[in-house]
């Protein structure tokens, strides 16, 4: 029989013994506690550098996202210019059709009565007609090129030859005179695959327009660089005349957009930019008023996939 010494020691055991497991529990579930919170940890961790990673590719998209929506809208802006231009096209080559036929009716008579005219002072106004007359041709045809430019008849070229040539043409004109003319392209600038006849074209409209805006005593130059980068030409007519001012600026390329009352066409910019384009090519205009303006055209080197009839593969044309 136990005494009350052995009851009290069997409880004292039992007790210590519930304690102990009571204890193991308790540690177990801690342990088991700790290790579920490191796990947690260790997953919000994680969520988080996602969520900073998703951050940082979230950034560039919606640059990318608002860099979009900005060229789409500019591309709008540019089809619908197209889209008006195409108008205009399609109604300037019907109009130029209907007036250059009789138009040239009229010159070939008018020169017929100029041959058998005695009388000097009707022979000069004749002429007059006839010049006014031609002028409308001109303008007809200026118009006919820039609604339906050709295509392209591709050759190499060398620049620095084209630009003399060019040049040549206009040697003696009266607008040139007591004006400094300068063709810096350098003679070993490589070969350009390009349309030899519209590049001409270009260059006489951009060099015209500088020789009206520059008094004597001011200077032309045509310059021209490789830009390696982009395998492209660069060239540059630059004058030291009157400028463009910054209202009449962005309207230099619109057809029959001219400042010149009663002498200019306005068609000067606006083929060329039609010709530079079908080069897959860019024109720009900057300008100082009373400093000066440059011209730059880019053209590529090489022509890919272009609509074109080519001439012989190393034939230099100029
Ligand atoms: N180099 C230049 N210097 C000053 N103005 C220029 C120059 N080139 C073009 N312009 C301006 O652009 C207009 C349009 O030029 P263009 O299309 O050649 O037509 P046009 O010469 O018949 O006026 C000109 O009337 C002129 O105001
Ligand atoms: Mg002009």
């Given amino acids: 029989m136990l005494g009350v010494a052995g009851r009290t020691a069997f409880g004292f055991a039992a007790t210590t013994l519930a304690a102990v497991a009571l204890f193991r529990a308790h540690t177990r579930r801690f342990f088991r506690l700790t290790t579920e919170l490191k796990r947690t940890h260790r997953r919000a961790m994680q969520l988080e550098r996602e969520r900073d990673q998703a951050q940082q590719e979230l950034w560039p998209r919606l640059c990318e996202e608002r860099e979009l929506h900005q060229q789409k809208i500019q591309f709008q ?17 019907g109009a130029a059709h209907e007036i250059n036929n009789p138009l040239l009716g009229i010159l070939s008579h008018l020169e017929l009565e100029l041959k058998a005219s005695t ?69 070993d600038l490589p070969p350009i695959r390009a349309d030899a006849n519209q590049l001409s074209q270009v260059l006489m409209n951009l060099l015209l327009n500088a020789a009206e805006a520059t008094v004597a005593g001011g200077k032309i130059a045509i310059a021209a660089d490789r830009l390696t980068l982009v395998d492209s030409i660069e060239i540059r007519v630059t004058d030291t005349g009157c ?39 860019e024109i720009r205009v900057d300008s100082v008023v009373d400093r000066g303006t440059t011209v730059t055209l880019t053209l590529p080197i090489r022509q890919v996939n272009a609509d074109s009839n080519e001439t012989e593969e190393n034939e230099v044309v100029v």
Avoid: W
């Fill in 77 to 93: 802006a540019q089809l619908s210019e197209y889209e008006k231009y195409a108008a205009l096209a399609q109604l300037a080559l």
């Fill in 119 to 187: 009388d000097p002072e009707q022979g000069l106004e004749i002429e007059q007609c006839i010049a006014g007359a031609k002028r409308i041709s001109a303008t007809l045809r200026g118009l006919v090129n820039y609604a339906r430019p050709g295509p392209l008849m591709l050759s190499r070229i060398n620049l620095h030859r084209l630009v003399a040539d060019t040049l040549g043409y206009l040697e003696g004109q009266p607008l040139l005179r007591g004006k400094q003319v300068e063709n810096q392209v350098p003679p």
């Fill in 243 to 281: 400028g463009i001012a910054p209202d009449v600026l962005p309207h230099v390329f619109e057809p029959f957009f001219t400042t010149k009352r009663g002498k200019g066409t306005g068609l000067g910019m606006s083929i060329s930019q039609a010709y530079v384009r079908s080069h897959n090519g």
